[in-house]
């Protein structure tokens, strides 16, 4: 007969990479009390990493040792149990882009969900709540055009018309075209420029 252990780390492992385990998607091994008390005999055995409230992942096994799984890879399996949308941030979304060199030093990353700070191995996530404008095509990169635009601001974002016209082809323009109502007046102008130059 399995333990309640046993049957929570089955079922981290039958998850892909990142995707995380919920305390709550566990309620029918078990009540809360108990399954928070067996997922943190299990964190504190090294199986399974805490990243959040109620939140875990399995550590990957690499030839030296355990890690925590990719940022990305994570970011991903949250949106997908918790039905969030997340984007990466303006910033980010500006260095895929090539409008600015710098990478953010610090993982940030867009939400429909609610504002709070993971930790992933030695790395620090923060998701933003953020309205839902700012993650319109949240996983297309006409999406991340609009992101930077608004990490840019109104004063700068006018300047970057043309380098992010050249980034990106015709499609992902007639996409911009589909969500320009959505945005704030300032932002939908250049937006606009940018889908129909």
């Known amino acids: 007969m399995?333990?309640?252990?046993?049957a929570v780390l089955r079922k981290a492992r039958s998850q892909p990479e990142?995707?995380?385990?919920?305390?709550?998607?566990?309620?029918?091994?078990?009540?809360r009390a108990a399954l928070d008390q067996a997922l943190s005999r299990l964190e504190h055995r090294g199986e399974l990493l805490r990243v959040g409230w109620g939140l875990y992942v399995l550590p990957v096994e690499t030839r030296f040792g355990?890690?925590?799984?990719s940022v990305e890879k994570t970011i991903e399996g949250i949106a997908s149990v918790s039905g969030e949308l997340i984007a990466n941030s303006g910033a980010m979304a500006a260095n895929v882009l090539g409008l600015t060199n710098?990478?953010?030093?610090?993982?940030?990353?867009l939400t429909s969900g609610p504002s709070r700070t993971l930790t992933l191995g030695q790395a620090s996530v923060e998701l933003r709540h953020s309205p839902s404008w700012q993650l319109v095509l949240n996983e297309r990169r006409a999406g991340e055009a609009i992101r930077a635009l608004a990490w840019?601001?109104?004063d700068k974002a006018t300047a970057a018309i043309d380098v992010i016209r050249r980034r990106l082809n015709?499609?992902?323009?007639?996409?911009?075209?589909?969500v320009c109502a959505q945005l704030p007046g300032w932002l939908a102008e250049p937006v606009s420029a940018i889908a129909h130059g």
């Open 170 to 178: 015709e499609d992902e323009r007639r996409e911009l075209i589909d």
């Open 18 to 31: 990142g995707v995380p385990v919920l305390a709550k998607s566990l309620l029918h091994l078990g009540n």
């Open 2 to 6: 399995f333990s309640l252990k046993d």
């Open 66 to 69: 355990r890690r925590a799984p």
């Open 152 to 154: 840019l601001g109104r």
């Open 102 to 109: 710098q990478v953010p030093l610090t993982h940030t990353f």
